[in-house]
């Protein structure tokens, strides 16, 4: 203990420097995009608006006992949240959030991700100074130049991620130790960490650290076969440790996890030949999204220094081939399918792709450490000729690559590039001059520091141009006001009810509020109750990564105890009352809406007996009698739009694609009827990132027409009328292809005497923590 207190008294200077340049370059960064705590432009790229803002906020919601930490009513229908948080929330980090409310939401992931950064520049320092003998300031730019590489910068905004970083370097430094020393701690506790933070790059991490173990003990298999056991018996201990978490979250992912992803070819599709080469410069972003290359960039020096190790001579080659080795393993796995695939655990990645590529950039930082640590004065000719053989690479690809797929290396980047080049160059000249030697280290570290910050301010930027850096006014410009409303609502109710906001911020807003709901969007999720629920009108398709509320029937909001909608506009549902305004919302009370809980039998098992809301509801009710006729639409009026083709669906083509296309219809809607237009895409891939905003007597609602649910809200009415809809259709691409439109007619007497037989069964919970409470008096099995 008191050799770690002198060795931090002697280090701590150069610790905090680590700690503190990463800190600083990126909250820099972050400035020069107009981002700060309290600015109007807020950190939330991606899904870090939609889902980590609200998720950190259900998080505070923990912490200040406002919600259960093992189950949650308020993702969808109910959420485990155990698994929900080994995702997204376990990081060692994330309970700063206490000391925010959930409007700071932004401020608060904003402060944590300048943390795990900092963190991350510590992390690499100690496993630096631990393993390769090089001057401070080296340690130091290593350092930062670990925290700061392009994979972390370029998707900062997956800030659950990001604690991953932090361990891998303790992981490996731990694997050293006890191969080195028979020390296990630090191994136990970095592998434990892992496990618990974040299951998904900890398999990723797992793996290679695995290999990585196999590859060293390879290096000098008599002096390290003794480590065999004590490095498999301490990972399983850490293994088992995590079961806490990882068992619950294994059963979980095994009832409501995804299928396997199926590889239909052996070449990883949309890749390049020079996609490592334009990824290892600094400054280069190309796109997170779907097409993207990896972030391999760390630096480069780094790059300089990882390609001599292979060159150099005082290494061995059996080093060399095992090192090698494990770096054609990462290349194969950017360019094979079913390598790549199995870094994301068989399942093939939505947008942020080879999410294994951040293990480039550390192994570059390894073997760039141990050669600097044997770099000496004879060894600079060797150097310059890696520099030149780099230089060439980057002039051929800026100057010979197919300029479509390359068109991201921009020329201020690519000059970047050579001018960072030549000054290494320089360096290397100079440390030939024996009077300027002792000062080299601190000047290259210098340069190496000043071009992270360059690459960190490029990533930051080439996420603003992605994704978009949203202003805080659209986070939390009604916060308070739905704060009261759904406040309110919590005041004037004991037993379970729903609440929906038909103009909500985000698919996740249950989350940060704090009410059941039915819209989601979760990596982790229940599918069975998402998919059912698709059968019964609210959407939810595919994978049941997103369900959706809009666009249902009267009948589900009543059968989910759905018993207020907030919205901006008049709802037009039979029996809602507006019972309170706040600002731009108003709260509607549903005076159908039904418990919890139904009686019934056991004939609701069986196969096909509800397959769809009505017959659910006429089981339900014992009421046969149909709820629901049908009527035609006419087309009334076509607005830069030209009906091409009406079969089995209609196609219409744009008369100037840059604008959007209206279609008018007119309705025949019986009186006592609750109305809904059926409006499908018939073909989903045309269709694909199309909204439609259906308006009825001057009010609008906008939705995806393959993200929500077909019955498009038209409206009660009491007598019989003729109404004209107008259906925009928000799309860039040249056609729109639906099904021939219907109407929906609710019966409304029907529907009244239907609710009122199932009221009779209806049985009321009270919901506690994770515990649902009812008492039924039964007359009969």
Known sequence: MEAVKKWLQKNSGWLLLSIILPIGIMALAYYLIGIYPGSERTILASDAFSQYANFHASFNNVLHGKQNIFYTWYGSLGLNYWAFSAYYLNGIFTPIVYFFDNQSMPDALYVITLIKFGAMGASFWVFSTQTFKLPNWLHVSFSTAYALMAYATAYSEVIMWLDAFVYLPLIILGIHQIMDKRKPVLLFISYLLLFLS?????????????????????????????????????????????????????????????????????????????????????????????????????????????????????????????????????????????LNLFWHGLHAPNMFLYRFSFLFSFLILLLAGYSLETFRKEDVEKVINVVLVLLGLFLAAYFFANKQRYDYVSASAFIMNIVLLVLYLILFVLYQKEKLKMLLPMLAAVVMIFETGFNAQAMITGIKDDWGYPSRYVYDQNYEK????????????????????????????????????????????????????????????????????????????????????????????????????????????????????????????????????????????????????????????????????????????????????????????????????????????????????????????????????????????????????????????????????????????????????????????????????????????
């Open 198 to 338: 974040n299951f998904y790059l900890a398999f990723i991490i797992g793996v290679f650290s695995f290999l990585y173990f196999f590859i060293r003990l390879l290096t000098d298999r008599q002096r390290y076969k003794k480590s065999i056991l004590p490095y498999f018996v301490t990972s399983f201990l850490a293994g088992g440790a995590s079961m806490v978490t990882i068992l619950p979250t294994i059963l979980d992912l095994k009832n409501n996890g995804e299928s396997l992803s199926e590889f239909h070819q052996f070449w990883q599709p949309d890749t390049g030949i020079w996609d490592l080469v334009t990824k290892s410069m600094a400054g280069v972003y190309d796109t997170s999204k779907y097409g993207s290359a990896p972030f391999i960039y760390v630096g480069l020096l780094p790059l300089i220094f990882c390609l001599f190790y292979f060159v150099s001579k005082k290494n061995s080659l059996r080093n060399k081939l095992l090192y090698g080795s494990l770096f054609l393993v990462l290349i194969a796995s950017v360019y094979v399918s079913s």
């Open 482 to 781: 739905l704060t009261e409303l759904i406040g309110q609502t919590k005041v004037d109710n004991q037993g379970f009810y729903r609440l929906e906001n038909l103009d909500a911020v985000t698919r996740n807003d249950s989350f940060n509020y704090g009410y059941s709901g039915v819209t989601m969007f979760s990596s982790i999720r229940n599918r069975h109750s998402s998919a059912y629920l698709n059968n019964l009108g609210y959407r939810s398709s595919g994978s049941n990564l997103n369900i959706t509320y809009s666009n249902n029937t009267i009948i589900m909001d009543s059968l989910l105890g759905t018993k207020y909608n907030l919205s901006k506009q008049p709802v037009m549902k039979y029996g809602y009352k507006k019972i309170a305004t706040k600002g731009d919302y108003s709260l509607y009370e549903n005076s159908y809406a039904l418990p919890l809980g139904m009686l019934t039998d056991e004939k609701i098992y069986k196969k096909d007996a509800v397959n769809n809301q009505t017959e659910l509801m006429s089981h339900l009710s014992g009421i046969e009698e149909s709820l629901f006729s049908f009527g035609t639409v006419k087309e009334a009026k076509l607005e830069n739009v030209v009906l091409e083709s009406n079969g089995e669906s209609l196609v219409y083509g744009k008369q100037d694609i840059t604008k959007d296309a209206t279609i008018k219809w007119t309705v025949d809607i019986p009186a006592n009827t609750q109305a809904y237009l059926s409006l499908v895409a018939s073909d989903q891939n045309n269709m694909a990132k199309t909204d439609v905003v259906v308006t009825v007597d001057g009010v609008s609602r906008r939705s995806s027409i393959l993200e929500s649910g077909q019955y498009y809200n038209l409206g009660y009415y009491k007598t019989a009328e003729t109404v004209e809809v107008t259906t925009t259709f928000i799309s860039s691409n040249a056609k729109i292809t639906i099904y021939q439109p219907d109407t929906a007619l609710l019966n409304i007497p029907r529907f009244e005497e239907s609710i009122e037989q199932v009221k009779k069964k209806g049985v009321t919970f009270e919901t506690s923590g994770r515990k649902a409470k009812a008492e039924v008096t039964l007359n009969e099995d």
